[in-house]
């Protein structure tokens, strides 16, 4: 099993940044794919950013060029850095581990509000 701790979520006006972190523990392992997902109210979890245990990322369309993934892998954790910030980036952000080819262990969410 591997858990998960998400944080520092906020409160922020568009424009502003926010950086989240998450914690893994348990059996981690830095071979592991991690990521960042969101969930708006009334919409479907998508995924924002992923990174390989190589350093290899992905970012969804919506947040390329303002959202930063990254890993410490000493420490188990992954953060995003959330730059110029949108109304839209409004939601509830999970981090979750990929093992092999699922997202198995998902954190239990920080939440994310951007007001205009």
């Known amino acids: 099993q591997v858990q998960l701790v998400e944080s520092g979520g906020g409160l922020v006006q568009a424009g502003d940044s926010l950086r989240l972190s998450c914690a893994a523990s348990g059996r981690t392992s830095s071979a592991y794919a991690m990521g960042w997902f969101r969930q708006a109210p009334g919409r479907e979890r998508e995924i924002v950013a992923s990174i390989s245990w190589s350093g290899t990322t992905y970012y969804a369309d919506s947040v390329k060029g303002r959202f930063t993934i990254s890993r410490n892998n000493a420490r188990n954790t992954v953060y995003l850095q959330m730059n110029s910030l949108k109304p839209e980036d409004t939601a509830v952000y999970f981090c979750?581990?990929?093992?092999?080819?699922?997202?198995?262990?998902w954190g239990q969410g920080t939440q994310v509000t951007v007001s205009s």
């Open positions: 979750a581990v990929r093992p092999a080819g699922t997202w198995d262990y």
